[in-house]
């Protein structure tokens, strides 16, 4: 009788002594709040956030318990902020997302971080990426410069009048945007600054914005093509939306010997408009490793409570797309990545 009470009192006493620890979760729930659940764009971000769940849960011997929450298209931000705001209400332990409304947004992210979920933001963040706005609001932000984009689409349309055999001493570029915002407008002002540095001789027209409606896009480029006729030498439109608008004017034209014409992002319509020739190159964002990265880098806080990463914005660069390696692996990959076995 005496070695059992003993035995109890042991058992007693060692469940008191432990009752104060807390052991390391073995399960984290993680949520992606898209801009919008019908982008190819923003789907494939999501094959690379899947893609770092998979491999992060064998790595670790973790469960992520993942859901993906937001609006139909991007420019439902109302619906986007809402869903930003019942995501906080789960109380996840991360939250990783891309916003299109930053001054909407900053209020949520701020909430989001002093309740202590990790918050990452991927490719449109909380400003232009390496300004460094509101950092304190997020964990970490995973970014393509626009400034980059910008830049490269400029390269690309010169380089696609000199493969046409255009002359850059005169002549009126289209520009077209989906909506005016302080981190995207940094794609606008780049190319401009990049073909008036280059090529002084060009002109261009004002931003012909849409709303990121694709028939808005198509309906501006129609009516630029026809309001500056032969003058007009090309188009460059600032996101996929934009460019599908533009790509079905440009074809409904048949605007393609004596013209250029240059997108950013890509879908299917792009890669179309790009094969039959009405479309000389599309600037791409590796989705894909955005998406990963900003994932991998979600968990990895979570797990061990620090942030890996020694400075907050990443930026990782995109690619110009043509005829000429377009069907490459590495570029195939990045335009339509798909989850590993």
Known sequence: MKKLVT???????????????????????????????ASSFWSQVEVGILQAKADLEAELGITINYSV????????????????????????????????????????AREATELGIVLNFVNCGLGVGDDGAY?????????CSNDTIGELAGQAFLEGLASKGMSTDSGIIGINMN????????????????????APGLEMTETYYNNNVVE???????????????????MY???????????????????????VSVGVDSDDIEIM????????????????????????NAIRTVVTGSNPEEVKQINCPPVIV???????????????????E
């Open 7 to 37: 035995a109890v009192l042991v058992v007693v006493m060692m469940a008191t002594l432990f009752s104060g620890i807390s052991f390391a979760e073995e399960s984290y729930d993680i949520i992606y709040l898209t801009p919008s659940t």
């Open 69 to 108: 929450v937001g609006p139909a298209e991007e420019q439902e931000t109302e619906k986007y902020i809402t869903a930003f705001e019942n995501a906080i209400a789960q109380s996840p332990d991360a939250i990783v997302t891309a916003t299109l409304s930053i001054d909407s947004t900053v209020p949520k």
């Open 135 to 143: 950092q304190e609001y997020y964990n970490q932000f995973y970014y």
């Open 179 to 198: 909506v005016e915002n302080e981190a995207l407008n940094h794609r606008i002002q780049a190319f401009r600054d990049y073909i008036a540095a280059n």
């Open 216 to 234: 808005n896009s198509q309906t501006n480029a129609e009516n630029i093509i026809s309001s500056y006729g032969s003058d007009l030498i090309g």
């Open 237 to 259: 439109s600032g996101n996929n939306i934009t460019c599908d608008g533009v790509c079905n004017a440009v074809r409904a034209a048949n605007l393609k010997d004596n013209f």
């Open 273 to 296: 408009a790009l094969r039959d020739g009405y479309l000389h190159a599309i600037i791409v964002q590796n989705a894909y490793e955005q998406g990963y990265l900003c994932m991998e």
């Open 322 to 340: 043509t005829l000429d390696n377009i069907d490459s692996e590495e570029i195939a990959f990045i335009m339509d990545p798909q989850l590993s």
